[in-house]
């Protein structure tokens, strides 16, 4: 194992062993019940707030940044009704 894949597999288990119980969760003003982000220990923790006892998904900073900027440039929209690609484009 390189040095590189072990630090990616000890950053994998920091994740699968991060305690998110006592984590700030932020939220858009007014959407409590949507899509809830907290910063713990270096790591980004998203939750869906309308099951706040539920999983959390757990990033790294650079697998954030990832995150968001496929978010941004439309990576993860969803086709619309006709199967003619993302809404809105």
């Known amino acids: 194992m390189t040095p590189a894949e072990a630090a990616r597999a000890a950053d994998e288990r920091r994740k699968i062993e991060l305690d998110v119980s ?3 969760w932020q939220y858009a003003p ?3 019940e949507g899509v809830q982000v907290a910063f713990v220990d270096g790591y980004i923790a998203m939750r869906n707030g309308a099951e706040p006892d539920g999983p959390a998904l757990v990033f790294t900073p650079a697998e954030w940044r990832a995150f968001v900027l496929g978010a941004r440039d439309g990576e993860f929209d969803l086709e619309n009704q006709d199967g003619q690609g993302p809404q809105g484009r």
Do not use: L
């Open 30 to 32: 007014g959407e409590e």
């Open 22 to 24: 006592g984590a700030e």
